[in-house]
């Protein structure tokens, strides 16, 4: 937790707030201090935080470690500085890339498609046609080149 920038928790009663008291006297029974709990037992007994899936300290675990791949990834498609680097063009069209527009282009039975592919449709995610703007298509003439005089 320290590392992630939360308080340590002295005591069972200081985990309150991010577990269950089912969870915490789960714990208790097992672990002779809150010093004791294992990284991973303890991370999975926390409550997921709002829209998430994981607690606090997972969250914090998974979001770190991920900037790290990220950082130390020269092939990353973002990085900077590298033979590989895209354009400011190139990466604006890269970043309109979805899963929603793939679904459309490569599907022969899908009309409408919420533009988040992966959330269920909602109120804020409906489902649009697959000519909607709400699912920009990529464009490819930032790679094209000029081709030199014969």
């Known amino acids: 937790k320290e590392v992630c920038g939360m308080k340590k928790a002295k005591d069972w009663r200081e985990l309150i707030d991010v577990m269950e008291p089912q969870s915490i006297n789960q714990l208790a029974a ?65 970043r309109k890339a979805s899963l929603a527009r793939i679904l459309c282009d490569n599907s022969d039975d899908i009309a409408l498609i919420q533009p988040l592919a992966f959330v269920q449709p909602s109120f804020l995610n409906q489902r649009v046609s697959c000519s909607s703007e709400a699912i920009p298509r990529v464009e490819l003439h930032p790679w094209t080149q000029e081709r030199p005089a014969a």
């Open 30 to 94: 097992v672990y002779p201090s809150v010093d004791e709990v294992d990284l991973f037992i303890g991370a999975v007994s926390e409550k997921p935080l709002e829209g998430a899936m994981l607690g606090p300290t997972f969250v914090c675990l998974v979001g770190d470690q991920f900037a790290r791949l990220r950082r130390g990834d020269r092939f990353f498609y973002e990085e900077t500085n590298q033979p590989s680097t895209f354009s400011k063009d190139q990466l604006e069209q890269l």
